[in-house]
């Protein structure tokens, strides 16, 4: 069955630099979620969207930016990136159809290192 | 405010041990509930949820999980623990808009 699929895996930036992950969520499903994970930590949300409108905010830097396609597909776009923003970068979508509060399904993540 | 508590930061159980790993959640409105694994630098994957209905439900891998609204508890269970079980276990809260994560239970499985 398909899955929800990240691009890239890993992403090695330098300081300043900026970075866009790549979130293709399961088809048909209309519900697509940001997490970010450092090392040792539980995911933390970052953003969410429903049929391509911010549904919800998280602990979000302002120096990142996210959108939903009309595709469904999701790109999270970060700039001045810090060092501390070196993390696993989850994605996750669900179907609103099903139900309310379904399951979501996580992508493998982006493992960004910023040096 | 929704938030979930994983009071147990690390837990070591030996292969073919009973294993119980506690969750308590926060939150105003009914629980949806959900229980994930992660292996080291890998994603979450779903181990079993809770939308309504029997309070005890069975997940993959021979996990089940029994929510008790009186304690606010969703604990995740197995009757005997395989050396494959060995990672992050993550409780989870949906409010709709985003999962709340608890921080986290770390399992070793020793021989």
Known sequence: AAGVI??????????????????YPIPRHDTVYWYQQGPGQDPQFLI???????????????????????????????????????????????????????????GQGTRLTVV | AQSVTQPDIHITVSEGASLELRC???????????????????????????????????????????????????????PSVHWSDAAEYFCAVNTGNQFYFGTGTSLTVIP
């Open chain 2, 24 to 78: 308590n959640y926060s939150y105003g409105a009914t629980p949806y509930l959900f229980w994930y694994v992660q292996s080291p630098g890998q994603g979450l994957q779903l181990l079993l949820k809770y939308f309504s209905g029997d309070t005890l439900v069975q997940g993959i891998k021979g996990f089940e999980a029994e929510f008790k609204r009186s304690q606010s508890s969703f604990n995740l269970r197995k």
């Open chain 1, 48 to 106: 969410s969207f429903y049929e391509k409108m911010q549904s919800d905010k998280g602990s979000i830097p302002d120096r990142f930016s996210a959108q939903q396609f009309s595709d469904y597909h999701s790109e999270l776009n970060m700039s001045s990136l810090e060092l501390g923003d070196s993390a696993l970068y989850f994605c996750a979508s669900s179907s609103r159809e099903t139900g309310w509060n379904t399951e979501a399904f996580f």
């Open chain 1, 6 to 23: 990240q691009s890239p895996r890993h992403l090695i930036k330098e300081k300043r630099e900026t970075a866009t992950l790549k979130c």
